[in-house]
């Protein structure tokens, strides 16, 4: 004898099963919303940084006037990004939000003065020219290698402009234009030489790189050897003054100390060939002591 099922359980189980195919459907809508949604976070981040973002600085501090600031120490700042953004500006934020004790050295950002060469990431770099979006983080920021410290990011820069000051970094002649207002006249290959190396703005970056620099005291250093080349090489100051810049140039702490290493070429911002200036004032030093006779 069969049993029937009243039509009372069978409209209720398919009632059951209606409602866990929606359920079900409902779910794997919720789970393609919410990877959207993650999907949509991601781009988001690979996007370009906005101004909500934040850049995290790890910037070298001390203050030798200050007994609890006395011990170097590294102090952090989230520095909202903004695009185009450099280390100095960053640094500037950080000081007028953050703390306003914050030390550096800057002036006509503009990457013409030279004043805010800092240790960025490990290398010299001017802080007005550096980008924050070429740079990982955190951005370590310090003061420039192989000089005393003053305060924070400040160093002294008194040796570096007595070694620039020692090889009499301006024009000297003896033989003026007869004419009172007649100009003193450069050829253009000449000029072309030279260019080059009047672009130096003293930052110190390349002395601050050179191994020679930070274990001899007395190396003139890149920057004053180029400034020297700059004037040797103008063919307006004549052979006598040539003959007396090469004689500063070829002593004991003077070209022949450079052992090539290409770290000042490297670091400069103003793209100087230092060391091959440095090179080419070699083979004028020893032209100039080679006698025939």
């Known amino acids: 004898m069969s049993t029937q099922v009243p039509e009372q359980v069978e409209d209720e189980s398919a009632s059951e099963t209606v409602s866990t195919g929606k359920q079900k459907r409902d779910a794997k809508k919720r789970e393609r919303a919410e990877r959207v949604q993650e999907q949509r976070e991601v781009e988001a981040a690979e996007k370009a940084r906005t101004a909500d973002d934040t850049y995290h600085l790890k910037v070298f501090r001390y203050d030798p006037e200050v007994p609890e600031k006395q011990e170097p120490r ?44 800092l240790f960025v990431n490990g ?30 990011l400040v160093v002294d820069m008194e040796h570096f402009y007595d070694q620039m000051e020692a090889v009499e970094p301006y024009f000297q002649t003896n033989s003026l234009p007869d004419g009172e207002l007649e100009e003193q006249r450069q050829t253009r290959e000449n000029r072309e030489k030279v260019k080059m190396s009047t672009r130096c ?21 890149p920057a ?14 004549g052979e006598d003054m040539k003959q007396r810049r ?23 911002p103003k793209d100087i060939p230092l060391t091959e200036h440095i090179q080419e ?13």
């Open 281 to 293: 004032l070699k083979r004028e030093a020893i032209k100039n002591n080679l006698k025939f006779w």
């Open 224 to 237: 004053a050897i180029n400034k020297a080349y700059r004037f040797a090489m103008d063919e307006r100051e």
């Open 246 to 268: 090469l004689e500063i140039l070829e002593q004991e702490h003077g070209v022949w100390r450079c052992q090539t290493q290409f770290s000042c070429t490297e670091v400069c």
């Open 123 to 152: 290398s010299q770099r001017l802080g007005c020219k550096t980008q924050l979006s070429d740079l990982s983080e955190p951005v370590r920021v310090e003061p420039l290698p192989h000089a005393d410290v003053v305060k924070d």
């Open 74 to 117: 590294f102090d952090d700042f989230y520095v909202p990004y903004k695009q185009g953004m450099t280390i100095l500006d960053a640094l500037m934020w950080a000081r007028d939000h953050y703390d306003s004790s914050l030390t550096f050295r800057h002036s006509c950002r503009q990457a013409i003065c030279g004043s805010d060469a």
């Open 201 to 221: 703005i003293w930052c110190s970056a390349c002395m601050s790189s050179c191994n020679i620099a930070a274990g001899d005291n007395e190396y003139l250093g």
